[in-house]
């Protein structure tokens, strides 16, 4: 017992067995918490098209409404088409050295993912948003020309798009 009780005084060997048992309780932590997570992981949560749309007409409505002149706005977007998912794939290419031109074949196949509960799922690389092809706004200053300017190119300038594709008008909202 006097050895033991010798042992613990020591103080490094006091600090190594206490950053041990941190060690020790942080792996028991990190796998209770990666396995509560791991089934949604793969799965892509995405608003749905009308809420993601509905966010960007909320967001773009409140913008225009802070430009001089422009006043009380709406604001409509439609969509060229909806999101688009990416896939990552397994990809393996076969020579075959035999024949007098080499022929080379690549066969591409979805990379699936399991979770704890067993399903499989294809993994996700990456999504694609939905590409705005119009926007109109109608505001009360939507008649000067001036507002309407300054307008379009505020909208070609956050999404990117071209002048063409941006309606401003007047209205009573």
């Given at each position: 017992m006097k050895d033991f009780t010798k042992i613990l005084s020591d103080k490094k060997i006091i600090i190594f067995l206490a950053v041990c048992a941190i060690g020790i309780l942080l792996v028991i932590?990190?796998?209770?918490?990666?396995?509560?997570?791991?089934?949604?992981?793969?799965?892509?949560?995405?608003?749905?098209?009308?809420?993601?749309?509905?966010?960007?007409?909320?967001?773009?409505?409140?913008?225009?409404?802070?430009?001089?002149g422009a006043g009380s706005t709406k604001v409509f977007i439609t969509l060229d088409s909806s999101y688009e998912?990416?896939?990552?794939?397994?990809?393996?290419?076969?020579?075959?050295?035999?024949?007098?031109?080499?022929?080379?074949?690549?066969?591409?196949r979805l990379a699936y993912t399991q979770g704890l509960s067993g399903e499989e799922s294809a993994v996700v690389v990456k999504q694609i948003c939905p590409k705005i092809c119009g926007v109109l706004i109608v505001c009360e200053g939507g008649s000067d020309k001036y507002v309407q300017n300054e307008i379009v190119n505020s909208v070609s300038t956050a999404f990117n798009i071209a002048k063409n594709k941006i309606y401003v008008t007047g209205g009573r909202i």
């Open positions: 932590l990190g796998n209770v918490f990666a396995g509560s997570n791991s089934d949604n992981i793969s799965k892509s949560e995405t608003l749905p098209v009308d809420e993601y749309v509905s966010g960007l007409e909320e967001r773009l409505r409140e913008t225009v409404s802070f430009i001089d998912t990416v896939y990552a794939n397994n990809s393996s290419i076969n020579e075959n050295a035999d024949s007098i031109k080499s022929a080379k074949t690549t066969e591409k």
